[in-house]
């Protein structure tokens, strides 16, 4: 899968409050929580995004308490996906289950700018700053977990496999 779009660039350890403020933690409609997305780093940023824009963050991406609605409510605000120098472990294996596509790249993360665009090959896990023109390469998931991020996410994997068999 290839997605394109303009970066919105964070710091290092924003963590799962911060994503989605544990206030709408009550919310369970991915439309309603999508509006409240990064809302105490940047109380306008669902206003100035656009559906396929892609997040750039420094390392441990994702820290905090363990909530599925942080990958979620980005998913949900039209974020393609995330490009960070790493990610908390739970809130990794939670976008995945969500199905948000995330990559991990130092180099990527220290070569693009807030605003930039840029293109990313999910599959094969190239990141393209449009802007400068320069390339860089992110480990791409095994096919499986592919699968698993392309059908939706786990449960939706889950739904498909069974109507299959």
Not at 59 to 82: Q, T, W, Y
Not at 120 to 136: E, P, R, S, Y
Request: with cysteine; proline share 4%; glycine share 6%.
């Amino acid at each position: 899968m290839k997605y394109t779009g303009k970066c919105w660039k964070f710091r290092a350890d924003v963590n799962t409050d911060e994503i989605i403020p544990a206030r709408y933690l009550n919310v369970s409609d991915p439309a309603e929580l999508a509006k409240y997305c990064m809302q105490d780093i940047d109380k306008d940023f669902v206003k100035k995004i656009e559906k396929g824009d892609i997040i750039v963050a420094d390392k441990n991406f994702g820290c905090g308490s363990s909530r599925e609605h942080a990958p979620l409510c980005i998913k949900a605000a039209g974020i393609s996906c995330v490009i960070a120098k790493s990610f908390a472990r739970i809130f990794y294996r939670n976008a995945i289950n969500i199905g948000l596509p995330i990559l991990e790249c130092e180099e990527a993360v220290d070569n693009i700018k807030e605003g930039d665009k840029v293109e990313v090959d999910f599959t094969a896990g190239l990141i393209k700053n449009l802007t400068t023109g320069k390339q860089f390469k992110a480990e791409p998931f095994p096919p499986f977990m592919q699968e698993l991020i392309n059908a939706g996410g786990l449960m939706e994997y889950v739904k498909t496999k069974k109507l299959r068999a």
